[in-house]
């Protein structure tokens, strides 16, 4: 029993090889006289020959492409057949030649439903917003947009390996909100709905260790996403002592650093008084080496006629009140500089 055309099994135009028994009788029935023809089975694409001409007949359900071509000139020669010639019927034909009499299924008559995108497999990585990641795999059309993956991919998100549909799923890597000054306040509601949900807004039990790898989570989850922004948080580095400063551990590497979100009050004494604020993004990664790489000068200062000359360091691409801010910073440790407050006046 031939299988029915339907919109379920219709496929892709550019993809399919073949057709079904049904089409090709639709397509002999629809074109030639029941006496000129003699259907032929066991075929893909060869449907039946001409008796007068002895000129194959061939039907895909799809694009007569040029892989088409091929295995009909194929099917016809293991036929038999005039090779030099044929008839050919599909949805859509891109390929053609002396040797091709093609029309398409609209021009016969024969009516099919749309065909049906062939799909493909992809794969994104999904946030859970203040929770954690999954790789979700999705069957999206051939000639699907990334816009139109990421809206199934997040569709499919509540059904992975998180339990709550409802819960609040982004693309990682996503582009976010187009201002940037507007992604801090997005993460801090991003950051409070994640203790609201561990139960802070309420008044229940709270489980200590599932709270504190939940806020973890979400802790490393709005660093990320604040990267690059007006809210990215700053660690302090130290050329002269090679490291990152820890509040309880001292200095150290990158990845044991305090974040400091607000600028703290007074910055911790280092060999050669160099301690500075950096954004966190230019102290990670590969990039580290040569964002901190920091240029040597050599300056001085003429003081009732002494000359006072010292050595000292800025930032790469420093501007030019940095440099002049790094040589009176070395010209402190090299001199005694001390205040006297001798009155006020309004200012000019």
Known sequence: MAEPITKTNAVNAGKRLDS???????????????DRIAPLSGYKLLAGRHLTTNVGIVVIDGDFNRDAFKLAVDEIKAAGLKASRMYAYGRTGSYSGQAISFSKFSEIGVELPDAVPALREVTRTVCRVGYGFADVTVSVPNDAAEPDIETAVLDAAGNHSYSEKEAHYEMEGGS???LKDEVPAVV?????????GLGFSADQEISGADAVDAIAQAYAVAVERLKGTSGEPCVIFSQSEDGFWNKDLGWGDAASATHYFITPSQLPLSQDADAKLVPL??????????ALE???????????????????SAPTGASQLEVDAAFFGALTMATDVDYLKIGTRPRT
């Open 20 to 34: 079904s028994d049904e089409l090709k009788a639709r397509v002999l029935n629809a074109v030639y006289e029941s």
């Open 188 to 196: 801090l509601a991003q950051l409070l709905d994640t203790l609201s």
């Open 294 to 312: 920091e240029d040597i000068y050599s300056g001085f200062v003429r003081v009732e006629g002494k000359r006072i000359q010292l050595d000292f």
């Open 176 to 178: 976010g909100p187009e």
């Open 281 to 290: 993004s230019t102290a990670e990664g590969p990039q580290a080496s040569v």
